[in-house]
């Protein structure tokens, strides 16, 4: 594993009711359940992910 910075990003609220786009940006961020924990490269696309779905996420 290269030494690229990483991000962590917890799942902190239900994706239930919110648009179905921000539901599929929680699944490709790698979180399934409430207070799942991922660990992803902190790229500008990653980065905009976590902006996209930031009242769902919280950045560890």
């Known amino acids: 594993m290269s030494n690229t910075p990483r ?3 917890q799942l ?3 994706p239930i ?3 179905e786009s921000h539901r599929a940006t929680v699944r490709g ?3 399934r359940k409430i ?3 991922s ?4 790229t500008p696309a990653v980065r ?3 902006n ?3 009242y769902l996420v919280k950045v560890l």
């Open 7 to 9: 991000v962590k990003v």
């Open 48 to 50: 905009g992910m976590i």
């Open 39 to 42: 660990e992803l490269e902190d």
């Open 52 to 54: 996209k779905i930031s």
């Open 12 to 14: 902190v609220r239900s």
């Open 29 to 31: 961020l790698g979180l």
């Open 35 to 37: 207070n799942s924990i």
């Open 17 to 19: 009711g919110c648009k």
